[in-house]
Structures are given as C-alpha cells and as structure tokens.
C-alpha cells in the first residue's frame, strides 16, 4: 500500500509550501490544485466553484460520510453532490498511483484506509498575516486588520466544510498524527525533518 501523507492547514500558515517542500524531500508525488483541476475537468464544472465548494462545504451542515450515495441526499445542490462524490474518487484514484502528499481536500478522511501520517499546519496569527502580505498580488492592498478578516473567514469555512466529512473537529489534535507550528521557522529546514519523522512513521507500519 502506498505511502500517503496529508496535509491540513490553516490558511497562511505556509502549509502548501511545507507540503511541496516534504515531497520533494521524500521523491513523493503532490497534490494540490491537481485535485481541483481534476474534478472540475470529470464534472464538466467551472474550477472557482469546484474550489469554493471543497473549501467552504456544500450549502447546509448536514452530516455525510463519504461511503453514501450523495444522489439520496435531496438537502445538497446538485452541483455540490457531484463535486463531493468525485472529489472521493479522484482523491481515491490519485493515492492508488503511489506514494504521495495530499494538501487539504478532506484527504485525511478520504484515505484513512491507507492510514497515512495525517499533519495539521498552523501558525500565529501575526505570522500568518506577514506571509500572507509576502504571498499577495502586487495590486493587493489590504490592512493587517482586513487580512486577520480573510484568514479567519477562510479557516471558518474549512472548519464548516470538514463537518460535513468527519465527526472530529477540523484543527482537533485528536484527529491528527503530528501538529505543526510554523511561526518564525525556516519551512526549508522544518521539511528536512518532517521527512525524517515521516521516513520513521511508515517503517513502524512496516511500509
């Protein structure tokens, strides 16, 4: 079975980055966008949706568990149904190529079959603001306060969208392998280790 590593992060946090940098560490596949693209490209749905869809949850705070049909679920908008019974295939298609490292799209839920070394990535919130202020668009200009405002608004919705995918809380210590705390560290530093504590995690599960 392969060897999987997901990656679920506050937004700002350098989660994504840390996420590329540990697969390259590891000669790992990633997976990001991809996913999205992937989706959009079997659903025939416009990718901005796909992605807000995947990162703020369907429309109502029904409970579902991936293994039911989301035809019988009349609550949900059609368009969210399809997007959330593919993104349980394409996630599901990509772990059966080999080893990889999953970045959010509730894959620590999807592929807890291949008991993966689920991470959770986080940060204070003034480190979380700078690297969001190093990482805008140059026709970017909002106020530290207006970027507090946008990381909490995007947080609240992963936190809103894993609700729907899993009875434990999104950010809860209980539902993870390994917390990360990325203020003030060096992501190209801190990935070299996490591929060792990785390298160790899957040899204790004879992998």
Not at 10 to 22: A, P
């Amino acid at each position: 079975m392969a060897r999987i590593i997901t990656i679920s992060r506050e937004f700002g946090s350098g989660g994504r980055e840390l996420g590329k940098r540990l697969a390259d560490e590891l000669g790992f596949a990633y997976y990001d966008r991809e996913i999205v693209t992937a989706i959009a490209e079997k659903t025939k749905i416009d990718e901005d949706l796909v992605e807000h869809t995947l990162e703020t949850g369907p429309r109502t705070m029904v409970p579902l568990t991936f293994g039911h049909t989301f035809d019988y679920i009349p609550e949900f908008p059609s368009e969210s149904k399809r997007i959330l019974g593919d993104q349980y295939d394409v996630i599901k298609s990509m772990a059966e190529r080999g080893d990889a490292v999953f970045i959010g799209r509730h894959a620590d839920v999807i592929l807890e079959s291949y008991k993966p070394l689920k991470i959770f990535v986080y940060a204070e919130l003034l480190a979380k603001i700078e690297r969001c202020r190093e990482r805008a668009p140059e026709d970017e200009h909002l106020s530290d306060r207006e970027l507090a405002r946008k990381i909490r608004q995007v947080d609240k919705g992963r936190s809103a969208s894993h609700v729907t995918v899993s009875d434990l809380a999104w950010g809860d210590k209980v539902g993870y392998d390994l917390m990360v705390n990325t203020t003030e560290m060096d992501l190209k530093v801190l990935a070299k280790a996490l591929a060792e504590y990785a390298r160790h995690f899957f040899e204790s599960q004879g992998k």
